[in-house]
């Protein structure tokens, strides 16, 4: 779950954290991540991430970056959840996937909504602030995560439940709005 919720805010830096921790033997991880141990997919992922990285400072740009990533991110998420699974029966592959794949995708739209309203500042530094965030963010949760498994377990139920009642805060503020109503 914890590596799940890291690829809705950065996907490419949780592969890579995951390809080079295994490489380097930082951590001795499970079977079933040796699918990250590949040279292709660590280079791949470090040159997405150093575009992300660029992208994520400039303001509308991280927005446009984020949109594109809408349907990327949960996926990514998803096949990590199956990937940390391992064998399993098809059903509770299937479970799994669908976790990861809404953890990630519940992540990549509280960054991705988050940017929106940064984005609406006129000075460029809550990008700057945010992004940088986000990566130490996604660094320490994946190696967490890596570490002592039960304790990411935690940390991110408790962030999961925080953008459920945070979403649910402003959708009912939205609710209790009045309509504008444009004259002409």
Known sequence: MGFSLAAGINLYATVAILGI????GWVTLPEQFKVFDNDW???AAGVLYVIEFVADKVPWVDSIWDSIHTLIRPVGGALIA????????PVITGVIALLGGAVAAGSHATKAGTRVAANTSPEPFSNWFLSLAEDAFVIGLSFIT??????ALAVSVVIVILIV???????????RREPVVVVK
């Open 21 to 24: 921790s295994q490489r380097f």
């Open 41 to 43: 997919l660590i280079a």
């Open 82 to 89: 199956v990937a940390s699974l391992g064998h399993a029966n």
């Open 146 to 151: 890596l570490k002592y498994p039960l304790v």
């Open 165 to 175: 009642m945070t979403a649910r805060s402003i959708w009912k503020w939205l609710r």
